[in-house]
């Protein structure tokens, strides 16, 4: 009987291993282990977040492939970086591996956000900012309240007057008589 081929993967600051079949994802494998890695496309190699950095055993898995290339560039054929979900298990053997500390991506965009809002909001009441600082003095706005911006818009744009009479189709006025246009 045919004994398939398993791996031992080994986490710097973990005392256990994690067994892995051949042809298995080390994403997969952590996943299923219950090991936090960052990801935000769920092991599609569309983010880029499941690097992980390869110690022992690169052997044993499969050849940098180019989405490893792509989010990561020529340096990860160099210092062993790879994608957790590109990099599969193609023997028997021993993996280390050290995984970066999970970053909470949702997190951080939130607080990006809230400075971003609390940013534009100290600007507008200090008025200054590339919102007040854009425009010349006396356009826009008033030099004595530097906070306020005045707008102005058209109704329409090219609307005639109440003392033009509006063009009919192909040419020719409303009384009837043919423009001037070149045949």
């Not at 299923?32 to 690097?51: D, L, M």
Request: net charge positive.
């Amino acid at each position: 009987m045919d004994q398939a081929h398993m791996a031992q993967i080994r986490i710097v600051g973990r005392d256990d291993a994690i067994d892995a079949p051949e042809g298995t994802s080390l994403y997969s494998a952590l996943q299923r282990a219950n090991v936090p890695i960052s990801t935000s496309c769920g092991g599609q190699s569309t983010c880029g977040f499941c690097r992980l950095t390869v110690l022992r055993g690169k052997d044993l898995l499969s050849p940098v492939s180019a989405k490893d290339v792509c989010h990561i560039g020529n340096v990860a054929k160099v210092v062993d970086i790879r994608l957790a979900c590109q990099a599969m298990v193609t023997g028997d053997g021993e993996i280390e591996i050290e995984i970066p500390p999970v970053a909470d991506i949702a997190a951080r965009k939130r607080e990006q956000t809230r400075r971003g809002f609390a940013e534009r909001a100290s600007r507008r009441r200090s008025g200054s900012g590339p919102a007040s600082d854009s425009q010349p003095a006396g356009v826009g706005r008033d030099p004595k309240t530097p906070g306020e911006r005045i707008e102005w818009r058209p109704s329409k744009l090219n609307a005639p007057t109440t003392d033009q009479k509006p063009r009919a189709a192909g040419g020719d006025s409303a009384d009837g008589h043919q423009g001037t246009r070149r045949r």
